[in-house]
């Protein structure tokens, strides 16, 4: 099995890392890096709490190959927020109470971040849309749909502020 | 919307209110630890399973030498090294096989490596030789002369003394009821309906898998850290399987990433444990694949019911006859506490003056099952609510109407002998009712689309054993903070917010003041019996509440004393003592953990205050192996009904759930938002049960262990609006009057689609899953256009 010396923005932060070729992001993330907010619950693509951003686009991190990871660009929960300031859409599950156990919430947000980002005013279906590749066992989806659609709202409040 | 017949009481700050739940910052930034998450450090091993392809045989021979002489591979066991039996209620299981597997996934091996690479690999070179033997598919089957004995030692295992199992045959458990004269009713009857529904098994799936990390010191103490909603009952049962004290067995359980009673008792977690045995001072983890969650964990058990049942010509019930076959699977331990708790709950909601029910477990070459939420309850109100509305239509009568007669009232003699307590199952199901529009039919989105409307009721109480306790702690910080301590699990359902709200209103501080303390760890967290049965809110928070209130206590002794003062004069109120008397005051800052200075430096008054409550029912008796029959079987039902509104695709048969209303009796909503929440995932995943759900077992292999083939709710699926509808009667012995609501939620939510399906379409779907394919053959033979 071969190394791959390998350099990755994480949250941010450029690091420099030896991966074997058959490790997957999400282990790379879990076990080497630290990063445990991502989750692992099938290793098969079909759960979605691994769902981390990278260059920008909602991926299952079970299914990449860190070796493919070489200068790419990854945003996973622990990055969501800054300065002890949460991102809206994770202010918005913690005010909608759209959190049980807690297991999918990482991928959760991190597909609803990614959809805000491509569509700030998504409709009903687009959120459920969006994320349909995350399983959550314990809320029955209402309340994180309802969350997602006022963080697009308080990140408009957000924006307009900011260009006032 | 909260119906409260106690609106008029006044409750302290902060029951009643919907604060935020404690864990919500630390879930939403990735901070919150799940037990695959804690770090071990480079000595951590990694453990894999050898386990039986087939459903039946005997063990002929195991060679372990190859997998033994692979580098990298620290340890390998099978069952000889362990003889001791593990069981909740009845110890039927061994840790590994010894003699005979009996279903496919029974581990007959383990290894322990560097990697879980290496550790797989060595599983392939384990040799083991079977003899194939009969097995048992079906548990009617399984209950006949002609069927294979799968456990030839059942007279032998120990078991508990409401469980009655029957050696010699499959029967791991045979519950009876025998209330009134059913045979002398059906003559009386003016109409008699008779069904049979065959419920499948299902996961419960949460979506964290098993994991367990077990490590051995060399003088034999042994630390557990675990996904669990059990870590107490985890340490007992493991204390036994290994003939050491449970004070030598510590159990760590952090936040639980679903549970739904799959982390319950002691499954998965003793394979790890046997193996860190032969590694000691090395932690050896186990996590199962998303693949062996399906068929290793305990399932949802199978159900064969058999329904008759009769009422009058005014709509009255008069008699029910059950007949129930569990499917056990190859291990019952637990499972025959379901059997039980359908017995004795088996008229469903209703007052029924005779009822004869027998209800079996029974041993099959089916993956083992066990408890899930709704334990039992589900799988028997899918044909039971079925069963009402069609009685309802042969005597030409509305089905809420039919169960407005019959549903069970406070003072009813209930199907064991008991007397019911007061409840509001009667508002539940005319808020449901009036919520849903009940006879109002709306149009369909499409023209080859039908509308509909049904309608169920639930009841569920914990099933537990009689003294099932609860304890905690109550701390103050030295600025007047507090920090409980509960040995109940935080898995999704919220009941370390629950905690948190009774010691502050106990205390009499504000919400926000209060932590909890994590994770649970038996070393360092007070007893809990088990985080099952929606019975936390009551039980232990009942514990929390007393401990609250021996904190209290002591605070108010100690500022009495330093302020001459009697304490019935003092209160404390927002975090402040004061009398009412002098209308002196004082902050808890600084004097509940230094005390309050005498006057004159002459010394002091007060300590640490710390406090200690807990709370176990004492009034639940035994009932008649025969009859059935005794004073209490259980503690409370909570009770509830479910309406809902489908459309049904007559070109696919496709169901669509477009809206749903759900009104459950809570006794009292401690956290009013966190009982709505409850209540709508509840009502999605039963959605998803009714829908979709199905273990498709085929010779005792699953044929659809992944998530492509076993489909959940997804968010497309969720329908666009639930309704939740919270009735507040009193439980005598909750805090504040509260029940639980956690299970319930799900159990009525099949049966009201079956009913919304007939009410749109003209078909009964029977058992469950009502899949697209079933609905449009069933309408493909009924004719329907």
């Known amino acids: 099995m071969s190394i791959h010396r390998i350099t990755l923005t994480v949250n941010g932060e450029v690091d420099q890392v030896d991966v074997a070729s058959n490790v997957t992001l999400l282990r790379l993330l879990r076990e080497k890096l630290a990063l445990t907010g991502t989750k692992n619950g099938c290793m098969a693509g079909e759960c979605g709490a691994c769902t981390v951003m990278l260059n920008g686009e909602p991926v299952n991190s079970c299914m990449v190959l860190a070796a493919e990871c070489d200068g790419a660009h990854v945003l996973t929960v622990e990055g969501l927020a800054h300065d002890g300031v949460l991102d809206p859409v994770q202010q918005a599950i913690v005010d909608h109470g759209a959190i049980q156990c807690g297991f999918c919430t990482p991928g959760i947000l991190i597909s609803a971040r990614a959809l805000l980002d491509r569509n700030p005013k998504p409709s009903d279906a687009e959120i459920r849309e969006a994320i349909v590749g995350n399983l959550c066992r314990c809320t029955g989806y209402l309340r994180i749909v309802d969350a997602i659609q006022d963080a697009a709202h308080r990140q408009e409040v957000l924006l307009q502020e900011a260009i006032i | 919307m909260v119906i409260s017949d106690a609106a008029a009481e006044k409750v302290p700050h902060p029951i ?92 007959v091996a383990g290894v322990a490596a560097i990697s879980e690479e290496i550790a797989e690999k060595a599983l392939d070179l384990i040799e083991v030789e079977y003899l194939p033997l009969p097995a048992v598919f079906d548990p009617e089957y399984g ?88 870590p107490f009952a985890q340490r007992s049962l493991i204390a036994s399987a290994l003939d050491i004290s449970p004070s030598d067995v510590e159990v760590v359980a952090p936040f639980v990433g679903g549970g739904f009673g799959c982390k319950a008792g002691l499954s998965m977690e003793a394979l790890a444990v046997a193996i860190a045995t032969r590694v000691k001072g090395r932690p050896v ?13 305990f399932v949802r058990q199978g159900l064969v019911a058999h329904f008759k049942m009769g009422c009058d010509s005014e709509g009255r019930l008069l008699a029910m006859e059950n007949r129930f076959y569990w499917d056990g699977g190859a291990y019952t331990e637990y499972g025959v506490n379901i059997t039980r708790a359908s017995g004795y709950s088996s008229s469903g909601p209703y007052d029924v003056p005779n009822v004869r029910t027998d209800s079996y477990c029974v041993y099959t070459n089916h993956p083992v099952g066990g408890p899930m939420r709704g334990f039992g309850m589900p799988e028997m109100h899918a044909g039971l609510e079925q069963c009402i509305d069609e009685l309802a239509a042969q005597i030409g009568m509305d089905p809420v109407r039919f169960r407005k007669i019959n549903c069970v009232q406070g003072g009813d003699i209930l199907v064991t002998g008991m007397t019911m307590h007061p409840t509001g199952l009667s508002q539940c199901l005319e808020k449901a009712a009036e919520a849903i529009g009940w006879g109002y039919k709306d149009p369909p989105s499409a023209t080859n689309k039908r509308r509909g409307k049904g309608i169920a009721m639930m009841w569920k109480a914990p099933a537990m054993p009689p003294n099932a306790g609860s304890s905690a702690w109550v701390e103050l910080n030295e600025d007047g903070t507090v920090t409980v301590s509960v040995g109940g699990q935080e898995i999704g359902q919220g009941s370390f917010t629950v905690a948190a709200q009774m010691a502050a209103a106990a205390l009499g501080v504000p919400y926000d003041w209060v932590r909890v303390a994590g994770p649970v760890d038996t070393d360092h967290s007070p007893y809990e019996w088990q985080t099952v049965a929606s019975r936390l809110t009551w039980s232990m928070g009942n514990a929390v509440y007393n401990a609250g209130r021996d904190a209290r206590h002591q605070i108010l002794e100690m500022v009495a004393q330093a302020w001459g003062e009697k304490p019935e004069d003092l209160d404390i109120s927002n975090g402040m003592v004061i009398s009412y008397k002098t209308e002196e005051s004082q902050s808890l800052k600084n004097i509940v953990v230094y005390g309050i200075p005498k006057p004159n430096d002459q010394g002091w008054t007060g300590g640490p205050i710390v406090g200690r409550g807990n709370f176990m029912p004492t009034y639940v008796t035994g009932l008649d192996p025969e009859t059935g029959q005794g004073p209490r079987a259980v503690v409370h039902y909570t009770t509830g009904a479910q309406a809902v509104e489908v459309e ?91 029940r639980g609501i956690g299970e319930h939620a799900l159990v009525p939510t099949t049966p009201a689609i079956a009913n919304a399906i007939f009410d749109a379409v003209g078909i009964r779907p029977g058992a469950p899953p009502f899949t697209s394919e079933k609905v449009y053959l069933a309408m493909r033979e009924a004719g329907v256009e």
Request: proline share 6%; hydrophobic share 40%.
């Open chain 2, 648 to 738: 049904v695709d007559l070109d696919t048969g496709k169901v669509e759930v477009l809206r749903g209303v759900a009104a459950f009796d809570v006794g009292k909503a401690i956290n009013p938002d966190m009982v709505k929440a409850q209540i709508e995932g509840g009502f999605v995943q039963g959605v998803s049960t009714a829908l979709f759900e199905e273990l498709k077992l085929k010779e005792g292999v699953l044929q659809n262990s992944s998530f492509v083939d076993y489909r959940i709710a997804t968010s497309a699926d969720a329908p666009q609006e639930v309704e939740a509808i919270i009735v507040e009667v009193a439980q005598d012995d909750g805090p504040f009057g509260a």
């Open chain 2, 16 to 107: 009643g209110e919907s604060v935020r739940r404690v864990d919500a910052y630390e879930k939403v930034t990735g901070a919150a630890q799940f037990a695959d998450d804690l770090q071990f450090g480079p000595g951590l091993l990694f453990a894999r399973i050898k386990r039986s392809p087939i459903p039946h045989g005997r063990i002929l021979r195991i060679d372990t030498s190859k997998a033994r002489a692979l580098p990298g591979v620290k340890a390998v066991i099978t069952g000889k090294d362990f003889p001791g039996h593990i069981g909740l209620y009845l110890k039927d299981r061994y840790i590994f096989c010894r003699d005979k597997v009996r279903y496919v996934g029974d581990p």
């Open chain 2, 285 to 297: 983890k186990l996590r199962l694949t998303r693949e062996e969650e399906f068929y290793t964990a």
């Open chain 2, 143 to 230: 209950v006949t002369s002609e069927a294979p004995i799968l456990h030839p030692d059942l007279g032998d295992y120990s078991v508990v003394n409401f469980v009655f199992p029957k050696p010699g045959t499959n029967i791991s458990n045979h519950f009876k009821i025998r209330k009134g004269d059913v045979h002398a009713a059906w003559g009386s009857c003016a109409a008699v309906i008779e069904r049979t529904y065959h419920i499948p098994h299902i996961q419960h799936v949460p979506i964290e898998p098993h994991v367990a990390v077990a490590k051995m010191e060399e003088n034999g103490k042994l630390k557990v850290w675990a996904s669990s909603q059990s």
